[in-house]
């Protein structure tokens, strides 16, 4: 653990009386030490010293809330995001289960998803474990906050394996003359390629790690941009959403709007607006799925209510 210390010089002018005792009350004994604690003032002008020992630097600031119980009603909120999110993953493998049958599914759209959540996984995981880049980010935002959460890990590490889990379902289960495209396929080696290139990049020096990371979640964000796109124009293709739970949609669209919540709930309460910017992915996604989702409702039910599929 690395500690930074201060001695602090305070000095009382025109006491009358002695015997006056200063005590100091510290809220977050975990994170800030103060001693003496207790310091016995006598009459007169006196100078007294004491030593104030922040267990992390910059820790401190960002860890004093206005409420104590917007702190509690954030945990609850993170919470119920996540349990939407990966909830939302089961109706549709309950439905390719259930029929045996991947037909309605975009392929591309899940290559580019598994894509998306490995790379927001090295973000999440090296920003909530990794002390290192917990530094690299205590330096460049010396006031915030990590903006990764318990729940935000247990998000993604779940959000993974169902992906990999549905990509298996699309080995074994009937799929028509469905695959993955030539442009999605394109895509992912780009991006693999990308990553190739900054981790040599870091190697040589000429890139933080922090920064490399970020541009992982970037990517996650720019595939949650395109990754709606194919199954949106499938969609409208077979002029059904046949295939495509509407469940999930549902509950996608229900941990966006928590997750917005909660990033906008933590900025008030720890006055760290700049919070947005440290996790700039989590609030773009909770926008984006909002978007997206909303207008696979308006397929679902306005569009193509009562349709049926055409095999692709």
Not at 94 to 118: H, P, Q
Not at 134 to 161: A, S, W
Not at 215 to 236: D, E, F, G, H, R
Request: glycine share 6%; aromatic share 18%.
């Amino acid at each position: 653990m690395t500690c930074s210390n201060r001695g602090v010089t305070t000095v009382f002018s025109n006491l009358n009386n002695s015997g006056v005792l200063l005590s100091f009350d510290v809220l977050q004994e975990d994170l800030v030490y103060v001693y003496p604690r207790k310091i016995l003032l006598e009459a007169g002008n006196k100078t007294y010293h004491f030593t104030i020992e922040v267990s992390r630097k910059n820790t401190f600031p960002s860890t004093y809330t206005k409420k104590k119980i917007l702190d509690i009603v954030s945990q609850i909120i993170g919470w119920i995001f996540i349990i939407s999110w990966g909830s939302s993953f089961y109706p549709q493998l309950y439905s390719n289960y259930e029929r045996k049958c991947v037909i309605g599914l975009n392929f591309d759209y899940l290559a580019l998803n598994i894509v998306g959540y490995i790379s927001f996984a090295a973000f999440i995981l090296n920003l909530y474990f990794n002390l290192e880049i917990q530094d690299e980010y205590y330096e460049r935002y010396p006031r915030g906050q990590i903006p990764v959460k318990l729940n935000d890990v247990v998000y993604i590490l779940h959000g993974t394996l169902a992906i990999f889990v549905t990509i298996g379902q699309c080995c074994v289960f009937e799929r028509g003359h469905q695959k993955v495209s030539t442009t999605a396929k394109s895509l992912v080696t780009l991006i693999v390629s990308f990553y190739i290139t900054c981790v040599a990049l870091e190697r040589l020096k000429f890139l933080k790690w922090l920064d490399f990371l970020y541009y992982c979640s970037y990517v996650k964000l720019a595939i949650t941009l395109l990754k709606y796109i194919p199954q949106a124009y499938m969609n409208y293709k077979r002029k059904s959403t046949s295939g495509w739970s509407i469940a999930l949609v549902f509950l996608d669209l229900n941990g966006g709007l928590f997750s917005i919540l909660q990033m906008m709930l933590d900025c008030y309460n720890y006055d760290d607006w700049v919070s947005i910017f440290g996790n700039p992915t989590k609030f773009g996604l909770g926008i984006l799925n909002a978007l997206f989702h909303s207008f696979f409702i308006i397929q679902h039910f306005v569009f193509y209510k009562d349709s049926a599929y055409t095999m692709i």
